[in-house]
């Protein structure tokens, strides 16, 4: 059974003008090794305070393509995880020719390892602008918590920054063109910024926002710092806060609570998207250990909702979110008949994805579920909203993982250019027992009524080949990050995800499916 919290440490109607390919898997692109060693100096960040470091891992990738230039395509990930929260800092991947060759981008003044006052980052986020500006957001932290706190975390905040679309013009990207750091949130009283997301808004080059969860921690609480988990007390609660820029970066809002569960519960996995006619969707799970508003003592988590008609001055409804259905994962572990069977794996079980069509504001998320399968293992669901999320379809199955194979985990959804929806998933089909863990990586795409389980039939793409998941860096699990990046180049999809060689814990890759 779960403990009381866990943190880290996202219809019947034919899709408007999709002219959907032929149906089948799309062809899968070469796949490129993006990342390679540490570019940070090897004796810095390296205070413990019980962790262990992983040198040379690189985790949990988000990624864009330019909407300026389809051939600038930028990713950021965790570079050096440590087993008990963030890494030495987040890393960039910049290419200038469709993702066929990169170069390597750091921060100053983020994290120790690049002259910044933080220890750690982690949560790492890219988003473009329509202009070509693109937005990054970090979360910061120290490791230690402050004296008198046993349970809480060291001063920690969340960090945004911009790389003006004007730094890309000459095909090239260096330090010196990107803005300096800006901490829009901050704590050093042992409760936790965390698990954020930021979202350049297609309709206004002007506006960007940026969502997150702050962890309101009693004194003494039980943690698990391998992982995040709380053991409970009736002062915690986990707000989800909106701070937004209206002048393309220059200056930020002061943090803003966007919606509060109430005590004794939280949100997590905020990520705000912007349908066709500027309206914000911001979605989360909402994790309830206790309902006023339905008999009391609960345990649930529940795919949420709130939305602002007038770019995130109000949120609708007022009061309770709009709750979309129930988020009914389990914790994946290394499938039996291999070496460590059942130690756990670390995956995004507990946080959805969400995309919107920007032609004509369909709604689509995803997220890990067991209902399929009578609670022996995760799939990966899919729902629809075609009103503004305010009705939902009946969530189907959408990933092609064997019914008799383990765990699909860590889902991603995304629009291609013609209305095409992508969703990525790893799973264990391929895995030989006694051999390692043998982990895969796919793309299934829907052309048209996707709220069918049998429109997502026979679409699925492997980007890649089989790797060993227990060679990456054990972080509460052997951890390739609670999200990968999932994009769009015109009508292909193109990820950025982590995977594992004979002689590197873990790596980023770029690769593409296209019809």
Avoid at 146 to 155: A, E, V
Avoid at 221 to 229: K, L, S, V
Wanted: one cysteine or more; a negative charge; aromatic letters at 10%.
């Amino acid at each position: 059974m779960r403990r009381f919290v866990l943190v880290a440490l996202g219809c019947l109607i034919v899709v408007l003008g999709a002219g959907p390919a032929a149906a089948g898997p799309y062809a899968a692109g070469p796949v490129v090794q993006v990342s390679g060693g540490s570019p940070f100096p090897p004796d810095c960040g390296l205070t413990a305070a019980g962790g262990t470091v992983v040198l040379g891992s690189e985790v949990e990738p988000s990624v864009e393509v330019s909407p300026a230039d389809p051939n600038i395509v930028v990713g950021m990930w965790q570079q050096d995880r440590w087993s008990n929260g963030g890494s030495r800092g987040n890393v960039a991947g910049v290419s200038f020719d469709a993702g066929a060759t990169w170069s390597i981008l750091t921060f100053p003044e983020v994290t120790r390892c690049t002259g910044g006052d933080f220890d750690r980052a982690s949560d790492p986020w890219v988003s473009f602008a329509p202009n070509g500006d693109l937005y990054l957001m970090h979360l910061v932290l120290n490791i230690e918590p402050p004296p008198g706190r046993p349970g809480g975390f060291g001063s920690n905040g969340m960090m945004v920054q911009k790389i003006p679309a004007a730094a890309f013009a000459d095909g090239t990207v260096d330090e010196a063109e990107v803005t300096a750091p800006v901490l829009i949130a901050f704590d050093d009283k042992g409760d936790l910024h965390d698990k954020n997301t930021i979202t350049a808004d297609h309709t206004d080059a002007d506006f960007a926002y940026a969502v997150w969860d702050f962890l309101d921690i009693p004194t003494g609480a039980a943690i698990n710092p391998d992982r995040g988990t709380f053991g409970g007390g009736l002062g915690f609660k986990g707000t989800a806060l909106f701070s937004r820029t209206t002048d393309a970066g220059k200056t930020w809002s002061e943090p803003t609570v966007l919606y509060n569960p109430g005590g004794v519960n939280q949100t997590i996995g905020n990520q705000i998207v912007v349908d066709d006619q500027g309206v914000l969707y911001n979605f989360f799970n909402e994790i309830l250990n206790f309902r006023n508003d339905d008999g009391g003592t609960k345990f649930d988590y529940n795919l949420s909702m709130k939305y602002s008609p007038d770019k995130g001055e109000t949120w609708l409804p007022p009061g309770r979110p709009i709750r979309i259905d129930k988020i009914l994962s389990t914790p994946v572990v290394i499938p039996a008949g291999d070496d460590n069977a059942g130690r756990a794996v670390r995956t995004g079980d507990i946080l959805p994805d969400v995309a919107a069509d920007p032609r004509n504001g369909n709604l689509y998320a995803v997220w890990m579920d067991t209902r399929f399968s009578g609670g022996a293992r995760n799939d990966i669901a899919f729902s629809m909203s075609t009103d503004g999320g305010r009705t939902w379809s009946e969530a189907v199955k959408v990933n092609q993982t064997p019914a008799v194979s383990p765990d699909a985990f860590t889902a991603m959804v995304h629009v291609a250019a013609d209305g095409t929806v992508g969703v990525s998933y790893y799973d264990f089909r391929n895995n030989a027992p006694g051999n390692g863990t043998g982990t895969d990586f796919f793309v299934v795409h829907c052309h048209a009524a996707c709220d069918n389980a049998g429109n997502w039939t026979g679409n699925e793409t492997q980007l890649g080949t089989s790797f060993d998941i227990q060679r990456a860096p054990f972080a509460g699990g052997y951890f390739l990050g609670d999200y990968t990046g999932l994009t769009n180049a015109g009508n292909a999809f193109a990820a950025l995800f982590t995977r594992t060689e004979a002689t590197d814990p873990a790596s980023e890759y770029y690769a593409t499916a296209s019809p």
